[in-house]
């Protein structure tokens, strides 16, 4: 891709300029944490050796401290890491899952599309929530769960796409010429044809990672988080449970929620922008 | 159309019949002593062998897969451990909040997101639309029960025009479904969680209403209306609105059976005595009887109505054509 069409889709597409800006933000936060976060996210601080509960914003609490005295602003800047761990491992999951069973769907066909079809039905009569919190309840609660349970659930969306895609390049000319040059199914699929679909399995990626962090948060919420990891969803739980609303306590509880709108709102830019970059007809009408 | 209707009846029932099998084995196969899941550590030996024979417990997995099976064609749950009622009674008691939660949220939500994503295509371009399209995404980006927290700091606590929480007031008792429906205090109490569930959910009928429009309004016969002179509301209305519906319609019938599971975190925010509330309560206090039952209530909406959403638009949409499939 020439630099002179990648400036020209910055100037015209400002919604995904905007989500990428949003996401160096957080992935420039994600890594530097140790370094600008003011205080350990997990210490109790003190002041004048009481336990500063609820300390006002201020130069040094930037955005105040929560109930149990930690400092607000560093488990902010900290959560960037749990929130980019969870929503990146799961969204490579499910667009792994999701395209290398729409590609077997739409080449192979027959039974094997059919047999996906039906399991794509089945996963799809799971509820999402629900689902998660008993695996959760069952297993241990955790990140990992909230990981499994978005692949588990997520990815006939992307298959479905994929399949449909593989449909159609499967009957171009190139795929028959190279079956003819004795190409295995197997490296039809995963040589010619694989490479043309990541650019749409990338885009439902893209929206993935903020599925998994809603989940995350969702779950953490409902008290089936990591208690030991700092995440933007387990200091919202913290708020709601120490009744931070009646307190007016804003500093504390709405920094969090916003900072994963803003996180699932770039991902949602991105990927309406990046489907004009990717899809160059689609934009036109 | 009798055809299609069956096929997917039949289809219906077959994932109605893997969910429900997949529910049992979830319960029954997680590591550790499936008992355990099902009897209180704290009981003693000898409740715990009566017990265990009370719930089948004592016979091998197959045989109790079976008895599993039929109870829930007879439409019983089992026993919760916690609150000595059968499954099913708890559940049908909590299942019409969660129905009137759900339905008066969706109704509004697509209300308002159809007449606003219809005029927003109209006018394409407009400063309107720069301001509105963020919106509608940043509420769909947002976690439901952050939304809620936020309302209920504003509305609940630092203005006092809402109760905080629940369906009635501290002294009240909620009656029969009829009673509920009829009560001022329990529509009152339903305002925040609905304007909730409302802002959550109108940012999808409003994009794809818009993006379906402007290919509607692409069409010749918009161009007619137009040169016939018609009122912008009566071309956006009644001539390019009914042709865009089609995606909404299935949208709206997919959101209702995805909400009344989703509903989970609203309910817990405020307290809303729904069936998500009773199954993360279920859960946390390990009475899982009522966890499979709330579960499984909960799997079946889903189910139906993706079966609903399937058959709405086959129905709806004349491209389809339903007599000719093979």
Redesign the interface.
Known sequence: MRASRIRRFLASEPFAVVGVAIYAVIIAAALLADRIAPHDPREILRINRRIARYAPMSGDFWLGTTAGGADIASQLIHGARAALEVGLTAALAVVAIGTLLGLLAGYLGGWVDKVLTRLADIVLGLPFLPTMLVLAALTRPGVWTVIVTVSLLLWPNTARVIRSQVLSLRERAWVEAARVTGCSNTRIMFVHILPQVLPLAALYGSVAIGWAILAEAAASFLGFGDPDVVSWGVMLQDAYANQAMSRGAWNWFAPPGAAILMMVLAGFMISRGSEKLLFPKLGDK | MTRLLLERLG?LL???W??AS?TFL??RL??GDPTL?FLSPSFDEATRTALMRNFGLDKPLWEQYFIYIAQLLHGDFGMSFLQAQPVSVLLWDALPNTAVLTVVSLVLAYAIGIVAGAFIAFRRGSALEAAVI?TA??T????????G??L??VF???LGWFP?GGAVSPGGTMGSVVDRLLSGDFWWHLCLPALTLTLFLQGLPLLLMRATM??VL?DEFITMARMKGLSRWSIVMRHAARNALLPVVTAFALGLG?S???N??IE??FAWPGI?RV??NA??S?DYPL?QG??IM??FV??VM?TVADLAYAALDPRVSVGARK
Do not use: K
């Not at chain 2, 769909?140 to 939304?147: D, G, H, Q, T």
């Open positions: 289809h077959l994932v109605l893997v969910v997949l979830m319960f997680m590591p899941n963020p995404l940043a769909r980006s947002a976690p439901e029960f952050w939304l927290m936020l209920l700091a609940a606590f630092q905080t402007l290919e692409n995805a009344i599971g989703g989970v975190v817990t925010v998500g199954l993360v859960v946390q390990a966890a709330a579960f909960i799997a889903l189910v993706n």
